[in-house]
C-alpha cells in the first residue's frame, strides 16, 4: 500500500523559507517521478515542482521558479521542497504526489497523494 507523507509546513513571514519534506513507503521509490502541487483556498490544485527518478531532471512552475527547490534522497524514499523567499500568495495547502502517466503539469497525471502540510504565509 503507497503511503505519502508531508512535513514541515507553517506559518511564516514574507521572505522567510521553509523546508516540506514527503516521506514515501509501500512502492520502489526511484523507479518514480515525483512531484508538489498546492491548493489555495477556492482555488484549484497547481503544479509547484517536479523531480525526475534520478533527482537530476526537476520542473518548476513559473511561480516559483527561482525560488523554490526539488530534491529526492532515493535511499531515504523522501522527496523534499525547499521554499524560500516566500511571498503571501504562496500559501496554500502543498501535497506530494507519486506519478504514473502522462504530462507532469497536471493532475490527472498522478495517482497518490499525501493528506497535504498547511504553509502560510504572511504579509
Known amino acids: 500500500q503507497v503511503q505519502l507523507v508531508e512535513s514541515g509546513g507553517g506559518l511564516v513571514q514574507a521572505g522567510g523559507s521553509l523546508r516540506l519534506s514527503c516521506a514515501a513507503s509501500g512502492l520502489i521509490f526511484n523507479s518514480y517521478i515525483m512531484a508538489w502541487f498546492r491548493q489555495a483556498p477556492g482555488k484549484e490544485r497547481e503544479f509547484v515542482a517536479g523531480?525526475?527518478?534520478?533527482?537530476?531532471?526537476?520542473y518548476y512552475a513559473d511561480s516559483v521558479k527561482g525560488r523554490f527547490t526539488i530534491s529526492r534522497e532515493n535511499a531515504k524514499n523522501t522527496v523534499y521542497l525547499q521554499m524560500d523567499s516566500l511571498k503571501p500568495e504562496d500559501t496554500a495547502v502543498y501535497y506530494c504526489?507519486?506519478?504514473?502517466?502522462?504530462?507532469?503539469?497536471?493532475?490527472?497525471?498522478?495517482?497518490?497523494w499525501g493528506q497535504g502540510t498547511q504553509v502560510t504565509v504572511s504579509s
Open positions: 504526489a507519486k506519478h504514473y502517466s502522462g504530462s507532469y503539469y497536471v493532475t490527472g497525471s498522478y495517482d497518490y
Open positions: 523531480i525526475n527518478r534520478s533527482g537530476v531532471g526537476t
